[in-house]
């Protein structure tokens, strides 16, 4: 009896539904090496930003049995485009792209958030579900208003699984700034990314 109790339990959990499909994510940290993005008054890069938002975003996504690739691991490091693109979907997986930015403005007191997507690419109606999600969000956790749009950015361009750039406030405002440097503030903003992809399967 024992024997078969297990038997039809692991035939539950193995039975395939969307849930147990592997889920890996693409990490793109903005920028880097010679190109630092952004920069605040205060000498912030924009690229050293992103990288530690990555970093905790790929520490929240391995704790959610998130399978992830980091298109950039170390400041120093330059990527051109095409290096940073080009992801394809890979059987056995259900593949997601987030490449992280903040944003810049000749007014430091400038704030807000801006989710790209192109609804031309492939499975371009994931990333808008994406984009609206984490927009919403985004607005909940740092209270700066969202915008989102359509756009031509090359990597989003040349990626064919649901892609998503997210600006999560201003490289050039110092309150963005520290807010984006502070561990929890960076948690709270990964595990957003993290929920909505799980929720958001296709
Ligand atoms: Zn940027």
Redesign the pocket.
């Known amino acids: 009896m024992k024997k078969l109790i297990t038997a039809v339990l692991s035939i539950l959990l193995l039975s395939g539904n969307a849930y147990s499909q592997k889920i890996k994510l693409i990490i793109d940290a903005?920028?880097g090496g010679k190109d630092p993005?952004?920069k605040s008054k205060a000498g912030d890069k924009?690229s050293d930003l992103?990288l530690m938002m990555a970093e905790t975003l790929q520490k929240i996504a391995q704790e959610n049995n998130i399978e992830t690739v980091m298109t950039r691991t170390k400041k120093d490091q330059t990527l051109t485009h095409e290096q940073r693109s080009g992801y394809k979907p890979e059987a056995g997986y259900k593949a997601y792209y987030i490449s992280l930015?903040?944003?810049?403005d000749k007014n430091a007191s400038t704030r807000g958030n801006k989710l790209y997507y192109n609804t031309k690419a492939v499975n371009s109606g994931v990333s808008v579900k994406l984009a609206d999600r984490i927009s919403s969000g985004l607005e909940r956790i740092n209270g700066n208003k969202s915008k989102k749009e359509d756009s031509e950015a090359i990597i989003l361009k040349r990626n064919t699984i649901p892609s998503v750039m997210v600006?999560y406030g201003y490289?050039t405002n110092l309150q963005d700034v520290k807010m984006a440097k502070d561990p929890a503030y960076q948690r709270e903003i990964s595990m957003l990314i993290i929920r909505t992809i799980l929720e958001t399967r296709y």
């Open positions: 903005g920028h993005g952004a924009e992103t930015h903040m944003d810049k600006y490289a």
